[in-house]
């Protein structure tokens, strides 16, 4: 059996710049939710997908958006990053989206300067 | 929405010795209650976590309690060894309508001194 897999591990961009991080669901899981992790805080729910849908978002501007693929993969992006956008981005896939064990990935992290 | 504080931010003690880590969450609707370890550098990991529908829970050394009137839960950990060192997060989730929302909170740092 697969984990979550995310890449990139560690990216570098520019403030005003965009950036797109991947995730690879565990096996049999079709739900996906990202999460935002700032230093020494607590992980902070960006969205969740259920096959292809979006069906729950936390308090991020539009400019973060996602995407959910057939095979349950799915791809955070992020416009015009800001300074403080720089973060650890984690994602976790369930077996469902309604309350249950969430399996992480290891995190991509992202340092905007 | 929902709101999660707990406390302590960070927690010493002397190996063998017993941790509480206590949180209180604010949504009455919130039903699902997980507690993940973070080892340094490493992803949050599930540890155990209780349903509404139940008072307390408990697996080996771990366990957790929960306070629906009062809206809080506590996380028990006995017998500490220096491997239970790491940062331990709470949740709450909360189904709300067509939203559904995991939140964290900020995070106890547990040091076990051998």
């Known amino acids: 059996e697969t984990g979550v897999t995310q890449s990139p591990t560690h990216l570098i961009k520019t403030r005003g710049q965009q950036v797109t991080l991947r995730c690879s669901s565990q096996s049999g899981h079709n739900t996906v939710s990202w999460y935002q992790q700032a230093l020494g805080q607590g992980p902070q729910f960006i969205f969740q997908y259920y096959r292809e849908e979006e069906n729950g978002r936390g308090n991020f501007p539009p400019r973060f958006s996602g995407l959910q693929f057939p095979n349950y993969s799915s791809e955070l992006n992020v416009n015009a990053l800001e300074l403080d956008d720089s973060a650890l981005y984690l994602c976790a896939s369930s077996l469902t989206g309604r309350g249950g064990e969430l399996f992480f990935g290891e995190g991509s992290r992202l340092t905007v300067l | 929405g929902e709101n999660v504080e707990q406390h302590p931010s960070t927690l010493s003690v002397q190996e063998g010795d017993s941790a509480v880590i206590k949180c209180t969450y604010s949504?009455?609707?919130?039903?699902?209650f997980p507690w993940y370890k973070q080892e340094l550098g490493k992803r949050p990991q599930l540890i155990i976590d209780i349903r509404s529908n139940v008072g307390e829970k408990k697996d080996q050394r771990i366990a957790v309690t929960l306070n629906k009137t009062a809206k809080h839960f506590s996380l028990h950990i006995t017998e500490t060894q220096p491997e239970d060192s790491a940062v331990y997060f709470c949740?709450?989730?909360?189904?709300?309508?067509?939203?559904?929302?995991?939140?964290f909170g900020k995070g106890t740092k547990l040091s076990v001194i051998p």
């Open positions: 949740a709450a989730y909360s189904p709300g309508a067509g939203s559904y929302q995991l939140t």
């Open positions: 949504d009455s609707a919130s039903n699902y």
